[in-house]
């Protein structure tokens, strides 16, 4: 094992590369054809020449407002978190590297069209010169960033690598060989990710112009609010990841796109039989034995003050890298979790000019982790389940290893974009997706799941997919204002099949002359007046959350494999089979836990369910004797349609928002954009800003603000104008 000394405490002008005075003049240049107007949210309008000084400008910005997370991104990418947090993350890297190969994105930029090499070096360049004239500006690990960073990501999904169903755990059983429990981690009790998106057609907007509702549920402050123009006709306004270089879910003057997370089948895993010859290791491919290549990985840790360092040697099939062993038998992962050609379609579909550009921009199929909601301005409203979809022999279940030994289980291509899941201009005039099944996609007009490949679509239903087809169907004249009313809908329909079970069998079950009966018959009361509606005042919202939250773990899982039973089904299996005790003993628990901690279990929502933003870390911390607001959303794993995950934190008896709803716009496609958009908290990430925290209120009420897409708007609502470096 190698040691490298590492020198903590010496200046940090030792290790800051320098940038040469050539490099300095380009960046001076580029920042002259770059206009930055902050307007009175901080939310920054980039203006530049070319798309490459738009590009140049909007990442200056974006390390204005928060490099910190800029940088981690990247850190994450590159698979180097373990120079930073130790040896416990050294298979989170070893993960990134057998899966991101940075000699490969090296070489994509280096072939890259002209066009594309300019954005490239525009993203580096831009950062690089933020870091130039923000000296007392300390990066934790990355001095001077490089124009092949973005090919390391070209999806802005926060989940956007797959690896299947092979976990950490797998990689250190086979790399280690010291065996943990090979399952995944399992996500935090009432904390999933996920989105929703929603369109509307011409035929039930009132102004006859279709309508757009973009709504992600991240982590707070993975993404900004901006706006990027050039003259070469770019003009788009939206959510960009921290560190990329498009706009990831927004619109711009002709169409409008929303991206949920989706659980289309994009990676596989193969079952390889090994054979071991004189040290050399060969897999069996149709009756053929071919070498097992090998490529040595070798990770920097922090260990103490030093860094060291661990060599691998990985092993990788013509099917992909080995990532697990499994009842003795090696399992490598096909999959696309990085290409020139995804990054691309993530560039274009930027500029697309309406419904048919955007088709040509689909027809690309590299999105991999993602579905699509679109709107645009001429009414066209339409959504894609997934994108890219290798072809595959039905007869397999692709959730599981397939035997990879055979050639009938290779990918035969790609699906085109007309054989996947997908709908258009549907007659009820709505669609929705809530990383839901695409079957409900628009109630009863949606696709059927007949005419599709099973591993198309293994996506199940969800509360949250319930609630929306409830409640878009309800309006025929929709306006901005109604279409941000229904998104904000706070129905927990989980709760109708879970709060009648437990009533019922309580009525049943429990007689009067138990004492059960006595803790239980207030709660029970509040319970039964509930009209499954979270708010701050609610005192059965956080009965039925804290309760719910401790009941069987199989209602709590919303995505699924091929063949698997859905949220939806396994809550009413669970309701109409669950016992005394499963129902009530939780309950219990409940009430004294509350009562503990509060000396009353009657708990209104609000006081427990809180926002709170203290200062800028990446690792947030909470503190309930700091101030904090009353929070009335629930996490939208109940069926909240604004989706809000808290929870509680070591020394805290209150809970805090983690995630949720994060950058939320609603858009008209008119003869002029119209729109309204809110953040959490606010456009920076530096609490000392007037924008660290000023849309904290709003955001806790669902308040939007008008976004100002328009120049002479912006300029008539301009804080700062200045060009990169002044």
């Known amino acids: 094992m190698k040691k490298v000394i590492l020198l903590l405490f010496l200046p940090f002008s030792i290790f800051a590369q320098k940038f040469s005075s050539a490099e300095i003049s380009r960046f001076k240049q580029q920042a002259q054809r770059v206009n930055i107007i902050r307007d009175n949210w901080g939310i920054p309008h980039i203006y530049g020449k070319s798309d490459a000084d738009a590009v140049f400008g909007l990442l200056y910005a974006q390390c204005e407002d928060d490099f910190k997370r800029v940088e981690m991104n990247y850190i994450e990418k590159l698979g180097r978190i373990s120079e930073l947090k130790g040896e416990s993350e050294l298979y989170n890297d070893l993960q990134i590297r057998l899966l991101i190969d940075t000699t490969e994105a090296k070489a994509d930029y280096q072939k890259a069209a002209p066009w594309l090499k300019k954005l490239l070096n525009a993203y580096a360049d831009g950062i690089n010169y933020y870091l130039h004239t923000h000296p007392s500006v300390k990066p934790a690990i990355l001095t001077r960033f490089q124009p092949w960073y973005p090919l390391l990501w070209t999806d802005g999904s926060i989940g956007a690598i797959s690896t299947a169903d092979l976990s950490i755990a797998d990689l250190k059983n086979f790399y280690s060989g010291s065996l943990v429990s090979a399952v995944a981690i399992p996500k935090l009790s009432d904390h999933q990710t996920g989105s929703n998106g929603f369109a509307f057609s011409p035929k039930i907007t009132a102004s006859g112009n279709a309508i757009l509702y973009i709504n992600p549920h991240v982590t707070f402050y993975f993404r900004p609010e901006v706006q990027v123009v050039s003259e070469e006709g770019l003009n788009a306004y939206g959510a960009v990841t921290w560190g990329q270089m498009f706009v990831y879910q927004g619109f711009n003057p002709y169409c409008g796109w929303m991206h949920t997370s989706s659980n289309v089948d994009v990676a596989d895993v193969y079952a390889e039989k090994i054979i071991k010859k004189q040290d050399k290791y060969f897999y069996e491919y149709e009756g053929v034995l071919k070498p097992v290549s090998e490529k040595k990985i070798t990770i920097s840790y922090l260990s103490g003050n030093e860094l060291k360092q661990k060599t691998f040697t990985t092993y990788a099939t013509h099917h992909g890298p080995i990532m697990a062993k499994r ?84 990918w035969k291509g790609l699906h085109a974009v007309d054989e996947t899941v997908h709908l258009y201009n549907p007659v009820n005039g709505w669609l929705q997706n809530c990383n839901s099944t695409p079957f409900s996609v628009a109630g009863l007009n949606s696709p059927k799941r007949e005419n599709y490949p099973s591993y198309m679509a293994p996506d199940g239903e969800n509360f949250r997919g319930v609630n929306a087809v409830r409640v878009l169907d309800r309006e025929k004249k929709y306006t901005i204002d109604k279409v941000i009313e229904a998104g904000y809908d706070t129905y927990l329909s989980a709760f109708e099949i879970l709060i009648p079970a437990l009533i019922k069998t309580f009525e049943r079950d429990v007689k009067p002359n138990d004492s059960l009966y006595n803790q239980l018959k207030a709660p029970i009361d509040v319970l039964k007046k509930w009209d499954y509606h979270s708010s701050e005042t609610s005192v059965a919202t956080t009965l039925a959350v804290e309760w719910a939250q401790k009941l069987s773990p199989v209602i709590q899982r919303l995505y699924i494999d091929q063949g698997e039973t859905d949220q939806v089904e396994n809550t009413k299996r669970f309701a109409a089979n669950a016992t005394v005790a499963q129902l009530m003993s939780p309950l219990v628990t409940v009430i004294n836990d509350l009562t503990k901690k509060f000396a009353t279990w009657e708990i209104a929502w609000g006081e427990i369910n809180r926002f709170q933003r203290l200062n800028g870390d990446l690792q947030a911390k909470y503190n309930d004797n700091e101030p904090s607001v009353p929070v009335g959303f629930a996490s939208a794993l109940w069926g909240s349609l604004p989706s809000y995950n808290s929870r509680y934190y070591q020394g805290t008896n209150k809970r805090y928002g983690v995630g949720g709803n994060s950058f939320i716009c609603a858009v008209e496609f008119g003869k002029k954009i119209k729109a309204k958009s809110l953040l959490a908290g606010g456009e920076s990430g530096d609490p000392t800003s007037k924008h660290f925290n000023d849309q904290l209120l709003m955001y806790t009420k669902g308040k939007f603000k008008d976004v100002l897409f328009y120049k002479e708007d912006v300029l008539k609502n301009a804080e700062k104008t200045y060009h990169p470096g002044e």
């Open 327 to 410: 009842d003795d038998k090696w399992l490598s992962l096909k999959s696309y979790n990085r290409s020139v050609v995804s990054l691309i379609q993530s560039w274009k579909r930027t500029k697309a000019k309406g419904f048919e550009e955007y088709k040509q921009v689909m027809a690309l199929k590299a999105n991999t982790s993602n579905n699509t909601v679109f709107a645009d301005n001429k009414g066209n409203i339409a959504y894609w389940h997934g994108n890219y979809i290798p072809k595959r022999d039905n007869q397999y279940n692709w959730a599981k290893p397939v035997d990879g030994s055979i050639a009938a289980t290779e």
